[in-house]
T-cell receptor
Framework: ETGVTQSPTHLIKTRGQQVTLRCSSQ?????VSWYQQALGQGPQFIFQYYREEENGRGNFPPRFSGLQFPNYSSELNVNALELDDSALYLCASSLGHSGGTDTQYFGPGTRLTVL | GENVEQHPSTLSVQEGDSAVIKCTYS??????FPWYKQELGKRPQLIIDIRSNVGEKKDQRIAVTLNKTAKHFSLHITETQPEDSAVYFCAATPYAGKSTFGDGTTLTVKP
């Protein structure tokens, strides 16, 4: 196992609600990236945190926000949930360096269902 | 931004045959190309990766080739086994950790 953990495993919410997903990075890793994986598709990059600062964002609206804590764990918050937010949310941790070649290790994901 | 296309979307082979999955990318700044295997209900697992200064890399039955001029890279699995059945994703990474993934290839290996 890679050591990246996520909680909760599954979550059911209704439209308009807010949700917080959590990720603990692998020991020694200071970078966490979040991805949304809709059914039958590849993961889509949401944003990345490096040493507690947002370090890049994909094509997601501002209601997707995040945090990284001093221990490098991270949260993904989604406000005003929509039906299309139903997906598997994956976090991946890596040992951040410049150059774009860091190997990422994925957590098991949180399955979010919005009704 | 980066755009990754992956083909085929489904692939069925007989046990023992080879399987090839191809990806193209658009951003010439991409310099890291991982491949992931994802079994149903599980996390993507890195199976092999290649960096832009290498044209080919092999790990037992799995190999990856990269052509930076043409902006394409491929996964080759030889002597396929039923346990190789899964969804395979390619990804292109121009900046640390910000990977763009293909839409996946569902590989079925028939015994």
């Amino acid at each position: 196992e890679t050591g990246v953990t996520q909680s909760p495993t599954h979550l059911i919410k209704t439209r308009g609600q807010q949700v917080t997903l959590r990720c603990s990075s692998q020991s020694g890793h200071n970078t966490v990236s979040w991805y949304q994986q809709a059914l039958g598709q590849g993961p889509q990059f949401i944003f990345q945190y490096y040493r507690e600062e947002e370090n890049g964002r994909g094509n997601f609206p501002p209601r997707f926000s995040g945090l990284q804590f001093p221990n490098y764990s991270s949260e993904l918050n989604v406000n005003a949930l929509e039906l299309d937010d139903s997906a598997l949310y994956l976090c991946a941790s890596s040992l951040g360096h410049s150059g774009g070649t860091d190997t990422q290790y994925f957590g098991p994901g949180t399955r979010l269902t919005v009704l | 931004g980066e755009n990754v296309e992956q083909h085929p979307s489904t692939l069925s082979v007989q046990e023992g045959d080879s399987a090839v999955i191809k990806c193209t990318y658009s951003d010439s700044a991409s310099n890291y190309f991982p491949w992931y295997k994802q079994e149903l209900g599980k996390r993507p697992q890195l199976i092999i990766d290649i960096r832009s200064n290498v044209g080919e890399k092999k790990d037992q039955r799995i190999a990856v080739t990269l052509n930076k001029t043409a902006k394409h890279f491929s996964l080759h699995i030889t002597e396929t086994q039923p346990e190789d059945s899964a969804v395979y994703f390619c990804a292109a990474t121009p900046y640390a950790g910000k990977s763009t993934f293909g839409d996946g290839t569902t590989l079925t290996v028939k015994p």
